[in-house]
């Protein structure tokens, strides 16, 4: 990948840094970072926590030349969405090297590696702690390098991107903003993708049951692919009694995947902006929902406002206002809504062959990746300055 020197901010506890507390609700569960610049643009990303251990991570990291975005969103604990934010990039980067650049073959490989290691840290670790057997996360990578725009997902996390449309009026052709799908959701509520998982096990007719008008795999999970699950895709690995404990329908073979789809096109003229976010926004708001909101409002918070509006319209589904569900503690919260993480990717520069630079001068764009709690604001970050050695916190953190 081109451009030697890079910036990474992380998204979650135990995975990164955190940005300043919630604009929206100042109630620990709901915080965010503002504008930030990247190699095409500006980017803005915001958490909401619903889950007694967050289980949603994301990264966004910049060079002069490239961007990548990442979210991650957690089932059965933390722990591999951790992993994957640990992991994912640094491979990326060291393939891409590898090859002379990113391409849709390097990040397959990259999620390939990312699993591999995450299945061999599983393998050695499951007798003592045999609930990673069952943990996985999703896997929603956003890559832009000279002009190219690669999408990468496993799971039903989705990337959205807003692009102007000419649309027919009374007087005049005016231009909207409309919305266009980057990636493939990978649930077996969508009929298409039940009908792959059933044609992948032609001599199984329960591998995908529906209880109380919930399709799920095996009845267990909804998603067909994802990092993790070692239970759905190496039996092999534990004991038969741990086996059983954990999926009481045996298994003739794995039953979920790790192999991603990539799509890959160029940035065009009318491109204006992608969100990357986690299925917690998705439950509540449409693609041409969240794109009108974006497309409406100022840039400053834009994410925040997604999450408020993904919350808001979990609150109306409950017959409940939005500051009762504010009120409600991690853990009971996901009751009402999932953890939600979103970034927001504006694309001011899509077809130039040379990006624009981040702000700042080059010696303050060094990564760094310093561990804060989820909701904690700048004004905490002092305490972590001598683990730091001189990176620039304002310029990563700072709204």
Known sequence: MRGSRWCCCCFGRGGGGAGRSGSVADD????????????SGEY???????????????????????????????????DAARFVNARLFSLIQ???????????Q???RAFGATEEEFMGMVEKSWPSQPRLMSVGSCCLVGAIEDGTLHVANL???RAVLGRLASTAGKKRRAR??????????????????RREVAEAHPDDPHIVMSSHGVWRIKGIIQVSRSIGDAYLKRPDLCSPAVMQSLCPFPLRRPVMSAVPSVTSRRLRPGDQFIIFASDGLWEQLSDDAAVG??????????????????????????????????????????????????????????????????????????????????????????????????VNFQRLFAP
């Open 28 to 39: 620990g569960l709901v915080w965010d970072v503002g504008l930030k610049a990247h190699a």
């Open 44 to 78: 803005s990303v915001a958490v909401a926590q619903a889950n007694e251990a967050l289980e949603d991570q994301a990264q966004v990291l910049v060079s002069p030349a490239s961007t990548l975005v990442g979210v991650y969103d957690g089932h059965g604990g933390p």
């Open 94 to 104: 060291e393939l891409a090297s590898q090859s002379g650049g990113l391409s849709a």
């Open 106 to 108: 390097v990040i397959k």
């Open 155 to 157: 799971g039903d996390s």
């Open 176 to 193: 909207a903003v409309v919305a266009e799908r980057l990636s493939r959701d990978h649930n077996v509520a969508d009929e298409e993708v």
């Open 293 to 390: 909101i974006v497309s409406r409002s100022p840039r400053k918070g834009v994410a925040m406002r997604l999450v408020r509006a993904a919350q808001l319209e979990a609150a109306r589904k409950k017959d409940m206002r939005y500051e009762s569900i504010a009120a409600i503690e991690k853990g009971r919260r996901r009751r009402f809504h999932d953890d939600i993480t979103v970034v927001v990717l504006f694309l001011d520069n899509r077809c130039e062959g040379t990006p624009r630079r981040p702000r700042g001068r080059p010696d303050q764009a060094r990564a760094a990746l310093i561990v804060l709690p989820a909701g904690q604001s700048v004004s905490d970050v002092d305490a972590h300055r001598k683990r730091a050695r001189g």
